[in-house]
């Protein structure tokens, strides 16, 4: 199925996810992006608005491994998504895209992306992400509706 996600998954790779051994609520991954003509802007640069649903997918994602019962398992949303825009990357060029959870609390967290040309190293977008996680609510005593809360 198409929808506006399919762009990033269609220019996205894997490289690495990484836990810290010693902070059970970290996080590191790296993914290759690859910067193709229908994710550019007219001047043939990645498109602003890419770069802000790449960081809002990518980060996301970076989440899913720390995941255990009862904690961040249910989903998460996003509370705020603040990019800042460097320098442009071109069409046909790769980026590497660095997603970092610093933290992940009961309910709120605080992840970081970067965003850097593959070829130079030069960090093209950041950002800092903040997220909340959906935690069902129990059914009260089988009449509830079981409906997530924030």
Not at 43 to 68: E, K, Q, Y
């Amino acid at each position: 199925m198409q929808n506006f996600d399919s762009h990033v998954r269609r220019n996205v790779e894997l490289l690495s996810v990484e836990m810290d051994e010693n902070d059970p609520s970290v996080a590191r991954s790296t993914f290759l992006l690859r910067v193709a003509p229908d994710i550019c802007n007219a001047a043939g640069n990645l498109h602003g608005g890419f770069v802000a649903l790449a960081f809002d997918m990518l980060t996301s994602l970076t989440v899913a491994p720390l995941a255990r019962e009862d904690f961040w398992d249910s989903g998460h949303v996003s509370r705020t998504l603040n990019c800042t825009y460097m320098r442009p990357a071109l069409e046909g060029s790769e980026l590497l895209v660095e997603s970092e959870v610093v933290h992940l609390g009961k309910r709120l967290g605080m992840l970081r992306g970067v965003m850097r040309d593959k070829e130079t190293g030069k960090v093209c977008y950041a950002c800092e992400h903040g997220k909340a996680a959906v935690v069902p609510e129990p059914p009260h005593n089988g009449n509830g509706n079981g409906k997530a809360k924030l």
